[in-house]
């Protein structure tokens, strides 16, 4: 056996070691950047959730208003063009439903109206409504399933988005 085969067969067995801990990497490269798009997508979608909310306040002009209605809000009967009027938060939820496709296939969606600490769940600050003025958060939730982790056992975790905005409608 002369040296150059020992040679080829050390270089052999180091790419054998090699090659498993560059593909974990690379795998948890890709990993990595699913997350940073997940979380970017997740606050476009909160986002435009609450813009969506904003504009479609309780003012009288306001043609299909959602949220809790404002005491001068004229609410319609839902129909073909205002498929979910006040006091639904549905139209809201479906904003950002549409906003966070592909992230994942269990999205949370919440609205909350008034000054609220977190919003975890519809629920309202005490008189909210959808009149000018108003506080609407929207946060948008979901969890990421990620390969590298699922190799030793770990679940995917949970990324979040909230976006606060004022009605001006």
């Known amino acids: 056996m002369t040296r150059s085969d020992r040679s080829r067969g050390q270089a052999m067995v180091e790419f054998a070691l090699v090659i498993p801990i560059f593909i974990l990497l690379m795998v948890g490269l890709f990993d990595l950047g699913r997350v940073v798009w997940v979380n970017d997508t997740l606050a476009t979608a909160a986002r435009e959730a609450a813009r969506f909310a904003i504009v479609h306040g309780g003012s009288e002009g306001t043609l299909c208003p959602v949220g809790p209605p404002a005491t001068t809000a004229v609410i319609p009967a839902p129909g073909p063009g205002c498929l979910f009027p006040s006091p639904s938060r549905q ?57 590298v982790p699922s190799l030793v056992g770990f679940s995917g975790f949970s990324l979040s988005a909230t976006s606060t905005m004022l009605v001006n409608h």
């Open 91 to 147: 139209a809201i939820k479906d904003v950002a439903q549409k906003w966070a496709a592909g992230t994942s296939a269990n999205v949370t969606v919440n609205v909350c109206y008034g000054v609220v600490s977190s919003c975890t769940s519809d629920t309202d600050a005490a008189n909210a409504t959808n009149a000018r003025g108003m506080q609407v958060m929207v946060t948008v939730t979901s969890v990421v399933d990620l390969s």
